[in-house]
Structure formats: structure tokens, C-alpha cells
């Protein structure tokens, strides 16, 4: 008897990356081994050296196949096994190692839109729809667009047995919402990529596309982020060391260099309008989703918890942004000593 086994990586498209899959059928029992693939196809290597590989890092269920199929996802490597410059896992593991007594903790909230051929699945053909408002959290045909899809989604996370913790309308037609975490800063983004990849595939059989562009729609429309949740076991036990976290953010450099790294197109989208902070202007502050980061209302209370960089595009790498957060506050917690 045999299984298959759909081996995923993210590619060297730029500026943002794509996901690629394709797949092996295993023997019964046997474990995802080591395999190949064509870089100069991936934008990865030139043809003249093209042989990159696939070195499997998480494996759950495949809910599309059913049965005793998986999905794999790898990192990518050269032939002599170190890491491809494509391969952002690898820079966020030693980080993740080095702070890992912080106890470092993520929620990722990624907003996507639903693309029926050229526009946003509920758009009209000729003209615009009603102005944002009604959509967000809306309920009825007139203002929700591809509910089938997102429960199907949302069905199949849940039996790949990723950590999704939940799911929304968003404030644009067709613009919804899904939620990964509380986890580590490597689980997060291996659960977030696959989930990903299962949101186009599960697309992809209504003949719906499914984009995490930062502005969608031109106009007066939110654009789309993956706002990023963030605790330690010190944040998570004391309020003083969510204001160091907060204050290291803004430090010096540091907001030019997180918003270099958080998407592409993310001056179109941190516009100060839109429940947005300008992008070259970094801000905090208790239940303001008009700052850079917020400190939710019940934090602030408790005088515990955790923060919400709200800067992170919808097309951002969750292994970037999670590496720049941990690394950026813990050295700060550490000076501090709020270990």
C-alpha cells in the first residue's frame, strides 16, 4: 500500500514569494524523505545548476486527499544542505533558539480577498459596490461573498490539524479573515504557510483566486495586513515589560527596518487612514488601531498580556516578522532584565 505525500516550499519570487507543491507517493509507513526539484523553474537557481532541495520541516494531514495522505512542507536547501537565500525559516531558527527562555508566543490575523477574474469576488461588473461598513462580520447574500469557501477553509485547517483559531468578514466584499495561534514563533509560521497554501487549493476548486495583496481595491477601502499578536512570559505576567517591548519597537532604527521587511506595498496600505498609523511614522498606544502597535483595552486593565503590531502587510513573510519581533524586544526585555 502506498500514501501521497504533497511536498510544499515557498519559492524566489520577488518581491513577494510564491508557494509551489508537487507530490511523491510514499510506501506505507515510510517518513517524508529528503527530495529535489528544479530551481531555475522557481526562481531559486539558473539552469546550468538548478538541482535545489526539499528538506521536510512539518507534516500534518492532508484534509483535500483524505485518507492517509499528508502535506509536507520543507525548507529549501543546495545540494550540499545548507540554506537557500530564499529560505527565511532558516534565519529564524537560531533567533527562536536563543530566545527561547522568553517563552515567545504569536497570533497572526491574515486578511486575504477573494478575486473573481479581475475583481473582487461581490464587486459589480459596471461601478462600485456600497461603501465599507456593513460587510465587516456582516451576515446576508447582499453583503457576503465566497462564505462556502472560507468554511470549507476553515473545515479543512481544522482536520489538517493546524492551530487556526478562528475566522471573520472582513470590511471590504469578498475580503475575509482567518486567525493562526497562540504558538511558537517557528509553529505559527509553518502552521500559517500551510494554511495558505490550503486557502488557494480550497479556492481553487470554486474557480475563485485568493490574494494577500496589500491595498486589493484602490479607493476607500481597507487594505489588507496580518496584524501580529506577540507575548512573552514576562509581557504575559506584568505590564512594565509590554512597554519595553513597545518602546523597543520604535527604537533608533528599528520601525524603518521592521517596515522594510513586513510586505510588499505596505505605503499603500499605512496610510494613516484606514484604522492605519503613516508607515514611516511609528506609534503606540492603549485600544488605537490608528498606532503603529496597540495595547489592547483589557491589557492595559489586567496590566498583563500581550501587543499587536498592526504593521505587518497581508503578503508578509511570518518568518521575517516573527524573527524581527523576538529578536527586537527580547534583546530589549533582557537589558532590562524582564526575563
Avoid at 521587511?261 to 506609534?283: D, F, K, M, Q
Amino acid at each position: 500500500m502506498t500514501f501521497k505525500a504533497e511536498y510544499i516550499w515557498i519559492d524566489g519570487t520577488e518581491p513577494t514569494a510564491k508557494l509551489r507543491s508537487k507530490t511523491k507517493i510514499l510506501a506505507d509507513g515510510a517518513e517524508p524523505p529528503v527530495w529535489g526539484f528544479d530551481g531555475s523553474s522557481t526562481n531559486q537557481a539558473e539552469g546550468h545548476a538548478s538541482d535545489l532541495v526539499l528538506q521536510p520541516v512539518f507534516s500534518c494531514p492532508d484534509p483535500i486527499r483524505g485518507g492517509d495522505d499528508i502535506l509536507v512542507l520543507c525548507e529549501v536547501l543546495h545540494t550540499d544542505l545548507t540554506p537557500h537565500a530564499s529560505n527565511t525559516r532558516a534565519l529564524l531558527r537560531p533567533v527562536a533558539e536563543k530566545f527561547a527562555a522568553h517563552q515567545p508566543v504569536f497570533g497572526i490575523e491574515q486578511e486575504y480577498t477573494f478575486f473573481q477574474g479581475s475583481r473582487p469576488l461581490g464587486f459589480p461588473e459596471n461601478g462600485y459596490p456600497a461603501p465599507q461598513g456593513g460587510y465587516y462580520c456582516g451576515v446576508g447574500a447582499d453583503e457576503i461573498f465566497g462564505r462556502e469557501i472560507v468554511e470549507k477553509h476553515l473545515d479543512n485547517c481544522l482536520t489538517a490539524g493546524l492551530g487556526i483559531s478562528g475566522i471573520n468578514a472582513e470590511v471590504m466584499p469578498g475580503q475575509w479573515e482567518f486567525q493562526v495561534g497562540p504558538l511558537s514563533p517557528l509553529q505559527v509560521s509553518d502552521h500559517m504557510w500551510v494554511a495558505r497554501w490550503l486557502l488557494y487549493r480550497t479556492a481553487e476548486a470554486y474557480g475563485i483566486s485568493a490574494t494577500l495583496d496589500a491595498k486589493p481595491a484602490k479607493g476607500d477601502w481597507n487594505g489588507a495586513g496580518a496584524h501580529t499578536n506577540f507575548s512573552t512570559r514576562a509581557m504575559r505576567e506584568g505590564y512594565e515589560p509590554i512597554i519595553t517591548a513597545c518602546e523597543a519597537l520604535g527604537d533608533g532604527d528599528k520601525p524603518a527596518v521592521h517596515v522594510k521587511h513586513y510586505g510588499v506595498g505596505i505605503e499603500a496600505r499605512l496610510t494613516g487612514l484606514h484604522e492605519t498609523a503613516p508607515w514611516n511614522e511609528y506609534s503606540y498606544g492603549v485600544s488605537d488601531r490608528g498606532a503603529s502597535v496597540r495595547i489592547p483595552w483589557q491589557v492595559e486593565v489586567d496590566r498583563k498580556g500581550y501587543i499587536e503590531d498592526r504593521r505587518p502587510n497581508a503578503n508578509c513573510d511570518p518568518y521575517v516578522v516573527t524573527r524581527l519581533m523576538v529578536d527586537t524586544c527580547c534583546t530589549a526585555l533582557e537589558k532590562a532584565g524582564q526575563v
